[in-house]
C-alpha cells in the first residue's frame, strides 16, 4: 500500500517529470536549440530526479527525505532556468518544477 504521507509529493514529482520530459523534448525542436541547451539539460535532470524521488517515496526508503530535499533543489533550479523562456512550454514546465520544489521541501522538513 502506498504511504498516505507521500501521496501528494508523489503526485507532484510524476506530474514534474513529465512536464519536463515535454519540455526537454519540445526544446529539442526549438529553432535555436543551443540556447535552449542549458534549460534542456535541467529538464533531463530535473525529469530523472524525479522519477528516482517517486520511486524512493513509494518504496518508503529510509533515504526518502534525502532524496526530497535534493529533488528540491533541481526543481527549484530547472524551473529557474524554464521561466527565462517565453515558450509555452517552458512556462507550464516552470510551474510544474516550483510546485514539486514546494512539495518536496514539505517532504524534507
Request: hydrophobic share 30%.
Amino acid at each position: 500500500m502506498l504511504n498516505q504521507q507521500y501521496k501528494e509529493c508523489i503526485q507532484a514529482c510524476l506530474e514534474c517529470m513529465e512536464a519536463c520530459n515535454v519540455c526537454y523534448s519540445a526544446c529539442l525542436k526549438e529553432e535555436d536549440v543551443a540556447m535552449m541547451s542549458y534549460c534542456i539539460r535541467l529538464d533531463k535532470e530535473c525529469a530523472d530526479i524525479c522519477g528516482f524521488t517517486a520511486k524512493a517515496m513509494q518504496s518508503n526508503s529510509p533515504f526518502a527525505e534525502q532524496i526530497c530535499k535534493l529533488c528540491a533543489e533541481i526543481c527549484e533550479a530547472c524551473g529557474k532556468e524554464c521561466e527565462k523562456h517565453d515558450q509555452e512550454h517552458c512556462k507550464k514546465c516552470a510551474e510544474s518544477c516550483f510546485r514539486c520544489a514546494e512539495e518536496c521541501r514539505k517532504m524534507a522538513s
